[in-house]
């Protein structure tokens, strides 16, 4: 097995409440997208928003609804990494106009990564 191939066994389905920052992220062919930087989520109102994926390309936004599977040792993603959306401060009009929500989490997760740790 290589560096792009997504282990033959995930184990078993996590919720996000417990996804690890560092879980290998694989698109749906097996191909290493990246690993997971943070998960986006609401706790007050117990929403998952999505991945913030770090990538060979930069971070990039996993919106919930391209997560194909949350497991132990791994996150499947419906899309290439390359397909997936950078954060922004100001995400493009485009997609706020076609998507507010996908605008507000992109918002969401450029405000994670510029914040001081």
Do not use: C
């Not at 690890?20 to 706790?43: I, K, N, Q, W, Y």
């Not at 419906?78 to 605008?103: I, K, N, W």
Request: glycine share 8%.
């Amino acid at each position: 097995m290589t560096d792009n191939e997504a282990p033959e066994d995930l184990g078993a389905p996590v919720s996000y409440l417990v996804l690890a920052d560092g879980t290998p992220v694989f698109d749906v062919s097996g191909s290493r997208a990246g690993e997971v930087e943070h998960v986006l989520s609401d706790d007050q109102s117990d929403v998952f928003h999505g991945l913030i994926v770090k990538t060979a390309g930069g971070h990039r936004f996993a919106a919930a609804n391209l997560i194909d599977g949350l497991y132990e040792h791994g996150v499947i993603i419906s899309v290439p990494a390359s397909d997936l959306p950078e954060p922004s401060a100001d995400p493009a009009a485009r997609l706020a106009e076609e998507d507010a929500t996908l605008g507000q989490s992109l918002k969401k997760a450029w405000d994670w990564l510029v914040q001081p740790r």
